[in-house]
T-cell receptor, first 115, second 115 residues
Framework: SAVISQKPSRDICQRGTSLTIQCQVDSQVTMMFWYRQQPGQSLTLIATANQGSEATYESGFVIDKFPISRPNLTFSTLTVSNMSPEDSSIYLC????????????FGEGSRLTVL | AQKITQTQPGMFVQEKEAVTLDCTYDTSDPSYGLFWYKQPSSGEMIFLIYQGSYDQQNATEGRYSLNFQKARKSANLVISASQLGDSAMYFCAMREGDNFNKFYFGSGTKLNVKP
């Protein structure tokens, strides 16, 4: 299995501020993704993090709100900008190795609460 | 139409008994993968088991087995000999074909194991 670690694990933020979440993966991971899980909800894909280029965003998510970087194969960041209470969620970094069954591996998640 | 449907928002099971969590899926792609994940209260998503659409036998991983009924498009998770540590949210997911950036997640089932 792939090792994916992200930080912070949780944070409490003030309205209007921005927070950057970091994700480090091991070398087995080829594709990286960012998911959002709002309270009591399922997972929604925010974007695919592309190495060295702009991320590919899903419908409903825009770069200005969720800028993503992936400067190299094993590291990515997600910024949640100009936060509002509606952004309170768990943000999950995930990766695919392309090996075996192609399951998604996930980081520990970053639980953000916006006041 | 929903790609993945989990009709049980919550389930209770007595410790040491078996429990079945339901999952139905919708796809017209002959090639797909089905996955189950466990999410404890800590928020991490833990991969449990995988079933490929062409697999002839039901997948098993320790106490987890997947009851795959292709004609009915169902992929129920069976947990045998439930333990207190099995209390968590369980998500069924599907990947269609080779669309690695397209994982569809169900709404989840919260399992509570009673001592």
């Amino acid at each position: 299995s792939a090792v994916i670690s992200q930080k912070p694990s949780r944070d409490i933020c003030q309205r209007g501020t921005s927070l950057t979440i970091q994700c480090q993966v091991d070398s087995q991971v080829t594709m990286m993704f960012w998911y959002r899980q709002q309270p009591g909800q399922s997972l929604t894909l925010i974007a695919t993090a592309n190495q060295g280029s702009e991320a590919t965003y899903e419908s409903g998510f825009v770069i200005d709100k969720f800028p993503i970087s992936r400067p190299n194969l094993t590291f990515s960041t997600l910024t949640v900008s100009n936060m509002s209470p509606e952004d309170s969620s768990i943000y999950l970094c995930s990766g695919l190795t392309g090996l075996n069954t192609g399951e998604l591996f996930f980081g520990e998640g970053s639980r953000l609460t916006v006041l | 139409a929903q790609k993945i449907t989990q009709t049980q928002p919550g389930m209770f099971v007595q410790e040491k008994e078996a429990v079945t969590l339901d999952c139905t899926y919708d796809t017209s792609d002959p090639s797909y993968g089905l996955f189950w994940y466990k999410q404890p209260s800590s928020g991490e998503m833990i991969f449990l088991i995988y079933q490929g659409s062409y697999d002839q036998q039901n997948a098993t991983e320790g106490r987890y087995s997947l009851n795959f009924q292709k004609a009915r498009k169902s992929a129920n998770l069976v947990i045998s000999a439930s333990q207190l540590g099995d209390s968590a949210m369980y998500f069924c997911a599907m990947r269609e074909g080779d669309n690695f950036n397209k994982f569809y997640f169900g709404s989840g089932t919260k399992l509570n194991v009673k001592p």
